[in-house]
């Protein structure tokens, strides 16, 4: 999680103000969308820690448009206040994990998509969003330079969820290498 927030801070103090309006291969999002949306984890992940805390239910989002909407406004901010904000709450994020007391982490919480996990798995839950967004950001980061231990864990989370969703004959195929051709995909998460 440390590495991925370096990297994905590092490829934003990168990004000229201009380059951060640029398109990203994510459906309609700009850099400046993908930052706001790390932003915008950061401080959801932050709520899920304070339920892990406290044991008062604090969801990520109010809901999905909630969030949509919130990624909008932010991505709408000057580019230095953009910068300064995912900077702040990543560090504020680090904070709070250093600061949740050992028998919190097994506390349940619930993720945006409805699933119920212990606030063990945040640091998983944030270690994806920077590394994937680091490279989603087009400053050079690849899959390649990430850890191979979390390209492992991540394609095998990846390959999971789709085999639940119908998925798995196809990819079962095309991982085995007796098929050519690797299946269609929808979103991952």
């Known amino acids: 999680m440390d590495r991925g927030t370096e990297l994905f801070l590092g490829a934003v103090d990168r990004l000229t103000d201009e380059e951060l309006a640029a398109p990203t291969a994510l459906d309609g999002w700009t850099r400046r969308h993908v930052v706001a949306h790390v932003h915008g984890n950061a401080e959801a992940l932050r709520r899920l820690l304070d339920w892990a805390a406290t044991g008062v239910e604090n969801r990520m989002y109010a809901g999905p448009r909630q969030r949509a909407e919130e990624i909008e406004a932010l991505a709408a901010l000057p580019a230095g206040e953009l910068r300064t904000l995912v900077h702040r ?82 990819l079962a195929a095309w991982l085995t290498g007796r098929s050519p051709k690797a299946p269609t995909l929808g979103p991952w998460l």
């Open 89 to 170: 709450s990543a560090r504020a994020l680090a904070e709070d994990m250093d600061a949740l007391p050992e028998d919190a982490w097994r506390s349940p919480v619930v993720t945006a998509q409805g699933r119920t996990v212990p606030a063990e798995e945040i640091p998983w839950m944030r270690a994806r969003e920077v590394n994937v967004h680091a490279v989603d950001l087009g400053d050079g980061v690849t899959f390649a330079d990430l850890p191979e231990g979390f390209n492992a864990a991540l394609a095998a989370e990846a390959a999971s969820r789709h085999a639940t969703r119908g998925d798995a004959a196809a």
